[in-house]
């Protein structure tokens, strides 16, 4: 991609991995300043420097779509009794995807250097942790098939009779990761447990598949 091509959604995709969005959920006013930080022409009020949220969560709402991609995942504004359901997350496409144009935000669109890279360390330090669960260690030992479904629900740090969408959810949250530090070994790992355990996410292959 070139910097000519960059819109709005790549530059709230971008904004959403830097604030940590492959493993937890990012709120619309967090990434819309973030997206201020990066982008001040496209993302301030026209007199004041106050980051517009409605252009934030317009670009979000095209990088969820299936045309664009489907690069994050979320809602913003909705409540549920009085809870708040506003958050982002990046789909395992939109993790590879910054990975992919790192370097292209390594000077933002304004020309000038940012001030953060995107944050691996955190990402590593989890994958890290994951290396010595008992479902990685029978994978590496090539023996994927001993993986049981409790030591995989043991792994997402999930109950084994979680609702498929919780299981479904961590486990995306954790091919986010391994997407954007690109850890070829844990996405082989991940595909084999999505392959195994497909009927507890209930869902088509993560895998290159949007949401």
């Given at each position: 991609?070139?910097?000519?091509?960059?819109?709005?959604?790549?530059?709230?995709?971008?904004?959403?991995?830097?604030?940590?969005?492959?493993?937890?959920?990012?709120?619309?006013?967090?990434?819309?300043?973030?997206?201020?930080?990066?982008?001040?022409?496209?993302?301030?009020?026209?007199?004041?420097?106050?980051?517009e949220?409605e252009l934030?969560?317009?670009?979000?709402f095209?990088?969820?779509?299936?045309?664009?991609?489907?690069?994050?995942?979320?809602?913003?504004?909705?409540?549920?009794?009085g809870?708040?359901?506003?958050?982002?997350?990046?789909?395992?496409?939109?993790?590879?995807w910054?990975?992919?144009?790192?370097?292209?935000?390594?000077?933002?669109?304004?020309?000038e250097p940012?001030?953060?890279?995107?944050?691996?360390?955190?990402a590593?330090?989890?994958?890290?942790?994951?290396?010595?669960?008992?479902?990685?260690?029978?994978?590496e030992?090539?023996?994927a098939?001993?993986?049981?479904?409790?030591?995989?629900?043991?792994?997402?740090?999930?109950?084994p009779?979680?609702?498929?969408e919780?299981?479904?959810?961590?486990?995306?949250?954790?091919?986010s990761?391994?997407?954007?530090?690109?850890?070829?070994?844990?996405?082989?790992?991940?595909k084999?447990?999505?392959q195994?355990?497909?009927?507890?996410?209930?869902?088509?292959?993560a895998?290159?598949v949007?949401?």
């Open positions: 991609m070139r910097n000519d091509e960059i819109k709005s959604l790549h530059i709230a995709v971008y904004a959403l991995s830097l604030l940590g969005g492959a493993h937890r959920k990012v709120h619309t006013e967090d990434i819309a300043q973030k997206c201020l930080e990066i982008a001040p022409d496209r993302f301030k009020w026209e007199k004041y420097d106050y980051p949220k934030v969560r317009k670009a979000l095209h990088a969820s779509e299936a045309r664009n991609g489907a690069f994050v995942t979320g809602r913003t504004g909705m409540e549920q009794r809870k708040s359901r506003d958050g982002w997350q990046l789909t395992p496409a939109g993790a590879a910054a990975r992919e144009n790192e370097t292209l935000f390594q000077r933002s669109v304004q020309g940012t001030s953060e890279a995107i944050p691996k360390r955190e590593e330090r989890l994958l890290k942790k994951l290396r010595s669960d008992a479902a990685y260690q029978a994978f030992k090539g023996d098939a001993s993986i049981t479904s409790y030591m995989f629900t043991d792994l997402l740090n999930c109950s009779d979680a609702p498929p919780t299981v479904r959810t961590k486990f995306r949250r954790l091919l990761t391994a997407e954007l530090i690109g850890d070829e070994e844990m996405l082989r790992f991940l084999i447990c999505e195994q355990f497909s009927t507890l996410m209930a869902t088509p292959s895998f290159g949007s949401q």
